[in-house]
């Protein structure tokens, strides 16, 4: 044919090259396992204000369990076996959530493959760093560790209504890494030696413990004004079971995650942070007391299921 394609071949070729793109994109050239059948991936995760909830989802085919840490926790299951174990969680101060450290420090993950995704709002630093020493430590080598920037839910710094007009091109990201674990990518995203530095500098400021990360007293750090209805929402929503109805009105105690997800998820915004001018955290108070989030693709629902402690 003197190198000429006819027609007929030509469309062969590029159906043949469509069908490759999407399978990658998602991920179906995943499904199959080594031995042959379909491979099966869970996705462990930890939410407060959904962004994590919606990229683990958006992570899943028909063959993926979700499930999410705080109910494990609750349960103490901590044994998990799958061709592929992922983890989303949201970054805290570049660390992990204190349970989400609590969890991989007694979990038992086997599994051929296992990544992690951690969210972020702004600046991630050397994030990636961390986790890999800290599953490390735990007994767990990640092959892909990778960050997702997303809306910054930390209200001491940003206001909820700007942030969530910013274009941070979350589709886009998300389909780069569906793609890097559908061809089980080996990979962590590097890390500069400014973003260490940059990381020392907080942990300097805000006098965390590096083997604690956020780990508060939600007594101290949040109050409920007479807005309140008592509608019973924040007991559901919190990973760690600090609220409850009273008849004196909602009380809280205990350790705390410092997710957020109590004062963003509260309908009547009747929770507010405490005012503390010597607290490096929240010497500035809020940005907008009036703004709070929850990812537009995740319901209350979803978040009570993820979180509640009952
Ligand atoms: C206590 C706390 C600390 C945070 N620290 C950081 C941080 O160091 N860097 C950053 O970019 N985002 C930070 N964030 C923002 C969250 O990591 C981000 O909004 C995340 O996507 C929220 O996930 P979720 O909706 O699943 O809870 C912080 C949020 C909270 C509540
Ligand atoms: S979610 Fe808000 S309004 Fe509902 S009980 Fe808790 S503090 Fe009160
Ligand atoms: S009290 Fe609020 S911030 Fe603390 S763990 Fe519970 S939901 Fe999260």
């Given at each position: 044919?003197?190198?000429?394609?006819?027609?007929?071949?030509?469309?062969k070729?590029?159906s043949?090259?469509?069908?490759?793109?999407?399978?990658?994109?998602?991920?179906?050239?995943?499904l199959?396992?080594?031995?042959g059948?379909?491979?099966k991936?869970?996705?462990?995760y930890?939410?407060?204000?959904?962004?994590?909830?919606?990229?683990?989802?958006?992570?899943?085919?028909?063959?993926?369990?979700?499930?999410?840490?705080?109910?494990?926790?609750?349960?103490?299951r901590?044994?998990?076996?799958?061709?592929?174990?992922?983890i989303?969680y949201?970054?805290?101060?570049?660390?992990?959530?204190?349970?989400?450290?609590?969890?991989?420090?007694?979990?038992?993950?086997?599994?051929?493959?296992?990544?992690?995704?951690?969210?972020?709002?702004?600046?991630?630093?050397?994030?990636?760093?961390?986790?890999d020493d800290?599953?490390?430590?735990?007994?767990?080598?990640?092959?892909?560790?990778?960050?997702l920037?997303?809306?910054d839910?930390?209200?001491?710094?940003?206001?909820?209504?700007?942030?969530?007009?910013i274009?941070?091109?979350?589709p886009?990201?998300?389909?780069q890494?569906?793609?890097?674990?559908?061809a089980q990518k080996?990979?962590?995203?590097?890390v500069?030696?400014?973003?260490r530095?940059?990381?020392?500098?907080?942990?300097?400021?805000?006098?965390l413990n590096?083997?604690?990360?956020?780990?508060m007293?939600?007594?101290k750090?949040?109050?409920?004004?007479?807005?309140?209805?008592g509608c019973?929402?924040?007991?559901?929503?919190?990973?760690?079971?600090?609220?409850?109805?009273?008849?004196?009105?909602?009380?809280m105690?205990?350790?705390?995650?410092?997710?957020?997800?109590?004062i963003h998820?509260?309908?009547q915004?009747?929770?507010?942070?405490?005012?503390?001018?010597?607290?490096?955290?929240?010497?500035?108070?809020e940005v907008?007391?009036?703004?709070?989030?929850r990812?537009?693709?995740i319901?209350?629902?979803d978040?009570k299921?993820?979180n509640?402690q009952?």
């Amino acid at each position: 044919m003197n190198g000429k394609m006819t027609r007929r071949e030509a469309l062969k070729r590029l159906s043949a090259t469509l069908i490759t793109t999407a399978a990658a994109f998602s991920g179906l050239s995943a499904l199959t396992s080594c031995k042959g059948g379909r491979r099966k991936r869970t996705i462990l995760y930890f939410t407060a204000t959904g962004n994590c909830l919606y990229v683990a989802r958006e992570l899943s085919d028909a063959n993926t369990e979700l499930l999410s840490i705080p109910q494990l926790m609750k349960q103490q299951r901590f044994d998990i076996e799958a061709d592929e174990i992922g983890i989303v969680y949201p970054i805290y101060g570049h660390m992990p959530p204190n349970m989400v450290r609590r969890f991989i420090q007694k979990a038992r993950l086997k599994a051929d493959y296992k990544f992690a995704v951690l969210t972020y709002g702004a600046r991630k630093c050397n994030a990636v760093e961390i986790w890999d020493d800290i599953s490390r430590r735990a007994g767990h080598a990640f092959d892909y560790i990778n960050t997702l920037i997303m809306v910054d839910n930390w209200l001491p710094n940003f206001d909820m209504n700007e942030q969530m007009k910013i274009d941070k091109h979350i589709p886009e990201h998300l389909q780069q890494i569906a793609a890097d674990l559908a061809a089980q990518k080996h990979w962590h995203e590097p890390v500069s030696e400014e973003e260490r530095q940059m990381h020392a500098g907080f942990m300097a400021y805000a006098g965390l413990n590096p083997e604690k990360g956020f780990l508060m007293d939600s007594k101290k750090y949040f109050t409920v004004t007479d807005a309140c209805i008592g509608c019973g929402i924040c007991a559901s929503v919190c990973p760690r079971g600090n609220y409850e109805l009273t008849s004196q009105g909602v009380k809280m105690q205990g350790d705390c995650e410092f997710c957020l997800s109590c004062i963003h998820n509260c309908p009547q915004k009747a929770i507010r942070f405490a005012k503390n001018e010597h607290d490096p955290l929240l010497g500035r108070g809020e940005v907008n007391p009036d703004a709070r989030y929850r990812n537009e693709h995740i319901s209350l629902m979803d978040i009570k299921r993820a979180n509640s402690q009952f």
